[in-house]
C-alpha cells in the first residue's frame, strides 16, 4: 500500500543526518544509523504494531509478485500490517519524517523517487527471511529499501540482525535495535533476516519511482 504525506514534520531528522546516510548510500550503497526516529515515536510505533499483532490483525507476508505470488514461511516468516496515511498519529510522524528522507534523496542524488510504501514487519521468535533482493524481477520501481527498528532494549543475545551482502564486500550485520535505521539500494543489496529469540519488530518501506 502506498502512504504519502503532504508535509514534513519537526520531528524530521536534520540536514547532517540526512546528509550521512546519503553519503553512505551513495558510496557504499547502503547506510545504518542510530536515533533517527525520537525515542516516543518509536515507543508509539512499536506499541501500535505490538496492538496489532495481539489482535491477530497482521497477515503472512507473502513472496514474489504476480500469478507467482505465495505464501512461503519457510523462506519469509514475518507477519504484516500496510500503513496508511491517517490510521494513527504515529503513523502520520512516521510517513512525515520518511517524505523529508524522500526530497533529500531526490536533491543529492537525483532518483525521481515519487512514493514511499511500508508496512509494520513482525518476526516472532524463531522466524526469518532468507536471502533476496527487494526489487522484483519485471518491476523495478522498488528503489531505496528502508528499515525502522521498533525494539526496546534489544541485546546482542536476541539475535534477529539485519544480514547485508555487499557485492565484492564482507558481509554485514546490523542488529535491530530500537530507532536504528538502515538503508539500502533496492536492487544491489542482497540480504536477509535472522531469527531472534523474542519478538522483532519493525517497519519496512520502499521508495518507489514512476513505473
Known sequence: MNCTHPSAHSDAPGEERHGRILEALHDHGWSEQDNFLP????????????TLAAAGTLALARVSQGAARSLQPDVRGDRI??????????????????????????RRLFLGLEEYESHFAFYAPGDAYLRHRDQFRHDDRRTVSVVVYLNADWLPEHGGELRLHPEGLRMWDIS????????????????????????????????????
Open 176 to 211: 535491530p535495535v530500537g530507532s536504528r535505521i538502515a538503508v539500502f539500494l533496492s536492487a544491489d543489496m542482497l540480504h536477509e533476516v535472522l531469527p531472534a529469540t523474542r519478538d522483532r519488530l519493525s517497519l519496512t518501506g520502499w521508495f518507489r519511482r514512476r513505473a
Open 81 to 106: 500490517h500496510w500503513l496508511e496515511a491517517g490510521q494513527s498519529d504515529a503513523c502520520d510522524r512516521y510517513l512525515a519524517i520518511m517524505e523529508t528522507l524522500r526530497v533529500a534523496l531526490n
Open 39 to 50: 525515542p516516543d515515536l518509536t515507543l508509539s510505533l512499536a506499541l501500535e504494531c505490538a
